[in-house]
């Protein structure tokens, strides 16, 4: 009888060290709302940012805004894996000219908004009115956007649009505060504009798969942020994203980022490592300190290293490590017949876009169940989503596509 106690105890133990471990292994503690963060941070001991707290949250944009409110307020240092929720819905709204200056009016200047490239014309069928809608190039690096200039020729504010948004004003054109510019179609999924700033409390961030843009200020001065993923899907990094990350060291820029916003990592003193794993990026000016920008325009695809400093200790000198840029880089070859891809396919390797997809004779087709267009052009495959591009040369066996990425990295997927 004792021996069956004392083994039933040791199971007992043993389930139980088991689920710890499981816990610290995917990433820590899994919480559901902002009330349980807080309740489970107040519960443990004091700590430094080389041993934070981890934590997993399923995190909705409302959500998050009150998440951060936490990390403002504890003293406790914390990790935070924001696993988050696919995307499936996308939204609608009136871009209205707005700023926080006292100029009543100022100019429109159209940025990468060019007819034929980024614009077409379309008759509307419910009110017959010829209209300016956006759309994105497969294969450029391009952030088609407003931008409104004052009398001095300075930027007052800037409107991004996704593919399907409708422009209402014309380049040059003089508008108010409150005149509609354009209806705006966005996801619903984005990091916020000012998301976690000033979060002083956090050391990493792991950014859920879904997100496409990464607003102003999200993470600007996290000053103990070490680390940060970045998930392949997001598209751009906006203005001072992450401006006065003292702390951070390394980052990885994935293939879907088209641009990098003016000052995204500037006054970042400890970085020394950064990584693009596209080759054509636009890099705005100032996003990175030092001459980054320069050497990454020059040299594409690869991972790119300080080695020299100013005198305030901010990055000056950059240069490409040729092992690692060459390293696993696409042969630039594709095969198999074309008439294999229409379709449903499914993922069953790698970090692709969408897990699920269907392909139509027509070009077009449905990514988790958002509508898209697709092509094969100058020997790759190219997907348009309404928020995101893909292209990648590809290799068709039997029932499974095998895609390569410019970095190298491999995505398949399998016919259903």
Not at 173 to 197: C, H, P, T, W
């Amino acid at each position: 009888m004792k021996k069956s106690i004392f083994a039933a105890f040791l199971i007992m133990l043993t389930v139980v060290f088991t689920l710890s471990m499981a816990s610290c292994l995917d990433g820590g503690k899994s919480l559901n709302s902002a009330e349980e963060l807080k309740a489970y941070l107040d519960s443990q001991p004091a700590n430094t940012p080389d041993k934070p707290i981890k934590v997993t949250m399923k995190a909705d944009v409302p959500m998050r805004s009150k998440i951060a409110d936490v990390l403002r307020d504890t003293d406790k240092y914390v990790s935070l894996n924001l696993t988050g929720k696919e995307l499936t819905t996308i939204k609608e709204t009136d871009a209205t000219a707005d700023w926080e200056s006292d100029v009543e009016s100022g100019t429109v200047r159209y940025l990468d908004l060019n007819m034929d490239r980024t614009l077409k014309e379309e008759t509307n069928k419910k009110t017959g009115v010829t209209e300016k809608i956006v759309v994105k190039s497969l294969t450029e690096a391009l952030q088609p956007r407003i931008s409104i200039f004052n009398d001095e020729d300075q930027i007052i504010t800037t409107y991004i649009f996704g593919n399907n948004s409708v422009i209402y004003v014309n380049d040059g054109q003089r508008v108010k505060k409150g005149e509609q510019l354009a209806m705006s179609v966005y996801l619903l999924n984005i990091i916020d504009a000012e998301a976690f700033k000033n979060c002083t409390s956090l050391t990493s961030i792991t950014i859920p798969k879904g997100e496409t843009r990464i607003g102003d200020y999200a993470f600007y001065n996290c000053k103990n942020l070490t680390s940060v993923t970045i998930p392949s899907g997001v598209t751009s990094i906006e203005q001072e994203t992450f401006a006065d990350c003292t702390s951070l060291t390394s980052v990885t820029i994935p293939n879907s980022v088209t641009i990098i916003f003016y000052k995204a990592f500037y006054d970042c003193t400890s970085l020394t490592s950064v990584t693009f794993k596209r080759a054509d990026t636009h890099t705005v000016g100032f996003c990175f300190s030092g001459d980054l920008g320069k050497k990454y325009g020059d040299g594409g695809i690869g991972t790119y290293t300080v080695t020299e400093k100013y005198d305030n200790g901010h990055p000056k000198t950059w240069t490409k490590q040729p092992d690692s840029s060459n390293k696993n880089v696409s042969s630039g070859k594709s095969s198999g017949k074309l008439s294999a891809f229409p379709g449903r396919w499914r993922l069953i390797e790698g970090d692709g876009d969408a897990k699920n997809v269907e392909l139509f004779k027509d070009g077009t087709g449905t990514a988790d169940g958002s509508g898209i267009t697709w092509k094969v052009e100058n020997g790759r495959f190219h997907i348009l989503h309404p928020f995101y591009t893909f292209s990648a040369y590809y290799n068709v066996t039997g029932s499974t596509v095998t895609f390569t990425q410019d970095d190298g990295e491999v995505i398949k997927y399998q016919k259903k």
